[in-house]
């Protein structure tokens, strides 16, 4: 279990990978043509010359199979599946409301995060009962799907899934498939979350959300649009703690001034949004000053 959000999140999953035999990726929204090429790309039967072509998202893992001969299967939810449009629906209200403040309407907003947050979590829960199902029925059948599998005593699975869904590997840490043994392991000792984050967790657990977490959720997509914080982090996870560094000590009042529009001007030349990146040390990208509709 780990980040998935750059590049080098990866890196720690690659020597597991070695020792598995069947590889489950984590994929929403795939469909058999997907699987077919992932499984002829492990095989070897395919050159790789451009693994984001193959999977935009999650190319990583794809330059490591090549070639090994691992078995790969998938269990997350398929392209016509229901839980999608949730899923979808409810980032795209999630990720959209920062706009909506700096339109203006910012208590507008906060209900935007609120309800995409529990349209997404909604999907996610569903998406997860289906990879449980789906799992269940997989590791079973494995030597049937694999014939070079059939007889060897301890057959390796190795399924990646983002830190965030935690409830996921309990379930089956905890009702364990009959004859199998599950090993969680997380690809950070300690496991930063972003305020995005920590506001799906704490819905998918019914805690209480507050304004100023749906707030810090606005202002962090405001700084990683802003930001070119990959120039200065490596993981995700060294993300998620510079973005608690500038965030954290805001208070809903303070957030708030800060996505008041500019006197006959909205745009993201907002000085206190730039001295907030300034003073953290974070880099600015070109094109900053861009009117917000043109985006």
Known sequence: MGFH????????????????????????????????????VAQGETPLINPTLW???????LRWIH??????????????????????????EIHSAYIT???????????EVREGVALETAGNIE??????????????LLPERFPDLKGKKDIKVLMSIGATHTPLAHELKNEPISDTRVHMKRSDKVT?????????RRQHWGKEISDELCAKVMIEDLIKWT?????????????????????????????REIFEPLED???????????????????IEDGLDQDIYTT
């Open 101 to 111: 403040a700096l339109k203006g309407d910012f208590d507008r907003a906060i209900t």
């Open 5 to 40: 959000g750059l590049r080098e999140d990866f890196e720690k999953l690659q020597p597991l990978l070695e020792k598995a035999d069947v590889y489950i990726p984590e994929k929403n929204g795939w469909d058999e043509r997907f699987l077919e090429n992932y499984n002829r």
């Open 67 to 92: 070639g090994t001969k691992k078995h790969v299967a998938i269990v997350d939810v398929p392209k016509d599946h229901p839980a999608l449009e949730k899923l979808y629906q409810g980032f795209d």
């Open 265 to 283: 001007e909205i745009t993201f030349s907002n000085r206190k949004v730039r001295e907030l990146l300034w003073e953290h040390g974070v880099k």
């Open 127 to 140: 998406r997860e009962e289906h990879i449980i199902e789906e799992i269940r029925k997989l590791i079973p």
């Open 227 to 255: 930001a070119d914080l990959e120039a200065i982090t490596k993981y995700t996870n060294e993300e998620n703690v510079l973005l608690r560094q500038m965030i954290s000590r805001l208070s809903l009042d303070e957030i």
């Open 55 to 61: 999977d935009r998202a999650e190319p990583q893992p």
């Open 192 to 200: 930063h979350y972003s305020h995005l984050e920590e506001l799906t």
